[in-house]
């Protein structure tokens, strides 16, 4: 009997040892189930913030390229270029009306202005008013010298031979005998089509100072590209 009640008691534990022993090896199957959701669940909302940060970087980072650029575009227009339309046929055929046309500041920062050189500068009868307006002519009359035009042609320093001036598309009609003395840092400007041109001989304030001549004209880019001077 009591070899029965034993083994009865052992075949009553046997099953909820059995029992337990499941349950606890079930439970941490659970236990990682319930884990791995979570985990996953955090992939993918780390995932989401991860994308999320990147397009941030990318907004950012192609507004430091704009902002970039625009710095840089401002600072070769001001101080390494200039960039000017021809709105007038002064400088025909030269330079055609509504050409466009680039010059180098820095030749004038580290170099002189030259005797036929097409330049950029600031109008001076404008300028007297407190406007700044530019134009863009031919320097004739350098530092120190004297401009007498005669007969529609220009004699430099009381010369006798008129100055050789093959940019010209047609001689200049002949006007009054004209005389002009350039002072000391400034220079005498011109126009290529001197027929139709508003330069020196036309302006009130007739010289152009040194610090107001803003580049020289290199190219013109628009219709056409090509070498000017």
Request: aromatic fraction near 10%; charge should be negative.
């Amino acid at each position: 009997m009591l070899d029965e009640l034993r083994a009865g008691k052992i075949g009553i534990n046997q099953p909820g040892q059995n029992s337990s022993e499941h349950d606890s090896e079930d439970t941490p199957e659970e236990n990682d189930n319930a884990s791995g959701t979570g985990n996953a669940t955090k992939s993918k909302k780390g995932k989401s913030r991860k994308e999320g940060f990147n397009l941030k970087d990318e907004v950012i980072s192609w507004i430091q390229v704009l902002v970039a650029a625009a710095i840089i575009a401002f600072c070769v227009n001001h101080f390494i270029i200039a960039n000017s339309e021809v709105p007038t046929s002064s400088m025909e055929t030269t330079i055609m009306a509504g050409d466009r046309v680039i010059g180098s500041r820095l030749s004038y920062k580290f170099g002189d202005p030259q005797r036929g050189d097409i330049a950029i500068f600031i109008y001076p009868d404008d300028e007297a008013k407190g406007i700044k307006t530019y134009y863009v002519k031919r320097i004739i009359g350098m530092p120190g010298d004297t401009i007498d035009i005669v007969d529609g042609k220009v004699y430099l320093n009381g010369s006798d031979t008129p100055l050789d001036e093959p940019y010209l598309h047609e001689p200049m009609e002949p006007e009054e005998p004209q005389h002009y003395e350039v002072p000391d840092g400034c220079y005498f400007m011109l126009g290529d089509n001197r027929n139709y041109s508003n330069d020196a001989r036309r302006w009130t304030h007739k010289y152009v100072k040194r610090d107001k001549l803003v580049a020289k004209v290199l190219f013109q880019y628009f219709p056409k590209i090509q070498k000017l001077n």
